[in-house]
């Protein structure tokens, strides 16, 4: 079946701009994860939601991120007044409860902020 | 949450050679997972092996998991040049959830030449 889906593939922005990233998850799956990997760098978790749990918001840097989910299906993630640190690929990942917390990514989105 | 140290950082080895991997963690896990990374994007989740499980195969890959010392290893027998890639090993989040957020190291850079 279809994998996790993520657009767009590459966006790039100027400082300050407002930016969405989507995720369609693998179809069934309860969790969606979103984390981020800025060049050189390894995984950082941003925030998940399982069902219809209240998200764990803990690994959002400020709060110009927040993130939504509709049910268990699409989620997106929006960065307000983008910055440069912001530049990194987000990946989004998904998983079916009872599995083993095995999560399934998506190829990412490289956001580059100018 | 707790991450998995894989050592060495970096291998690097010829085409048809085996590559192994090891990694150490801190808390008792009920499961550990690898995963792989190739050019900065797209993780893939590799295996998962059991508390119970001592070894697990999949292909080329052959996982072993070593509990009283709190080890794992990942061998990958007759390496590709399309191994070439970063692997992580990743225990579960606090408490052995079957969700959660995935803690991810610096992982191990392999390098197969042709």
């Known amino acids: 079946g279809a994998g996790v889906s993520q657009s767009p593939s590459n966006k790039v922005t100027e400082k300050g701009k407002d930016v969405e990233l989507r995720c369609d998850p693998i179809s069934g799956h309860t969790a969606l994860y979103w984390y981020r990997q800025r060049l050189g760098q390894g995984l950082e978790f941003l925030i998940y939601f399982q069902g219809n749990s209240a998200p764990d918001k803990s690994g959002l840097p400020s709060d110009r991120f927040s993130a939504e989910r509709t049910g268990e299906s699409v989620s997106t993630l929006t960065i307000q007044r983008t910055q440069q640190e912001d530049s990194a690929v987000y990946l989004c990942?998904?998983?079916?409860?009872?599995?083993?917390?095995?999560?399934?990514f998506g190829a990412g989105t490289r956001l580059s902020v100018l | 949450s707790q991450q998995g140290e894989e050592d060495p950082q970096a291998l690097s080895i010829q085409e048809g050679e085996n590559a192994t991997m090891n990694c150490s963690y801190k808390?008792?896990?009920?499961?550990l997972q690898w995963y792989r990374q190739n050019s900065g994007r797209g993780l893939v989740h590799l295996i998962l092996?059991?508390?119970?499980?001592r070894e697990k195969h999949s292909g080329r890959l052959r996982v072993t998991l070593d509990t009283s010392k709190k080890s794992s290893s990942l061998l990958i027998t007759a390496s590709r040049a399309a191994d070439t890639a970063s692997y992580f090993c990743v225990p579960p989040p606090p408490g052995g959830t079957s969700y959660g957020k995935l803690t991810f190291g610096q992982g191990t850079i392999l390098t197969v030449h042709p």
């Open positions: 092996i059991r508390s119970n499980e």
């Open positions: 808390t008792s896990i009920n499961n």
């Open positions: 990942a998904s998983s079916d409860r009872g599995r083993g917390n095995i999560q399934y």
